[in-house]
């Protein structure tokens, strides 16, 4: 059974870089669709961004991000690690949030295994 | 973007009563090509992560309790708890997958009356 486990600074200065690293174990990143989402303090769900390797590409990481947010965000992986992360530019407090990695087993799929979420609060 | 809405921020409900939950997308996301449905299902308690219910609009998770079951196809759909119990006090989501960028309703808080 794949386990995920955020991890990370859970404070960020305004207009700086919100960093975290979901680490994946009971599984390979190298198969899968990993995803970041996330949740403001009391409000709804946001999906962020995925990552996932395609043998088609010669197992280079694609990724696809929500336009609402892809100027600002790049998730990247470490195979060695089973880890993969993300990035969230010039954060205001609007981007104060649980932040949750879980995982598709396909492109169209729901999301079937999450980790427990990590708060980001933005603040100087 | 697919917009998700859910008719009710919240309802209460008797104990052992039926609880309904109503979701509705601006999009159909129903494929004609395999006739699936892209809609999920999530209960959230609090302090811990959604929690993956129903896929395919109407297939329960292994684990979980019979009375939960989903329905519905195209743009309309319910999330259904045919006998309330205490644990199911949460907010439950449903979520869109057919096309990115994934969306969710904005949630339905289930208490008990």
């Known amino acids: 059974q794949v386990q995920l486990q955020e991890s990370g600074p859970g404070l960020a200065k305004p207009s700086e870089t919100l960093s975290l690293t979901c680490t994946v174990s009971?599984?390979?990143?190298?198969?899968?669709?990993w995803s970041w989402i996330r949740q403001p303090p009391g409000k709804g769900l946001e999906w962020i961004g995925y990552i996932y390797y395609s043998r088609g590409t010669n197992y280079n990481p694609s990724h696809n991000y929500n336009p609402s947010l892809k100027s600002r965000v790049t998730i990247s992986a470490d195979t060695s690690k089973n880890q993969f992360s993300l990035k969230l530019t010039s954060v205001t407090a609007a981007d104060t949030a649980v932040y949750y990695c879980?995982?598709?087993?396909?492109?169209?799929?729901?999301?079937?295994?999450w980790g427990q979420g990590a708060l980001v609060t933005v603040s100087s | 973007d697919i917009v998700m809405t859910q008719s009710a921020d919240s309802l209460a409900v008797s104990l052992g009563e039926r609880a309904t939950i109503n979701c509705k997308s601006s999009q159909s996301v129903l494929y004609s090509i395999n006739n699936k449905n892209y809609l999920a299902w999530y209960q959230q308690k609090p302090g811990q992560p959604p929690k993956l219910l129903i896929s395919w609009a109407s297939t329960r998770e292994s684990g979980v309790p019979d009375r939960f079951s989903g329905s519905g196809s195209g743009t309309d759909f319910t999330l259904t708890i045919s006998s309330l119990q205490t644990e199911d006090v949460a907010v439950y989501y449903c979520q869109q997958y057919s096309s990115s960028p994934f969306t969710f309703g904005p949630g339905t808080k289930v208490d008990i009356k």
């Open positions: 879980a995982r598709a087993t396909g492109l169209v799929d729901p999301f079937d295994s």
């Open positions: 009971g599984g390979s990143i190298s198969t899968d669709f």
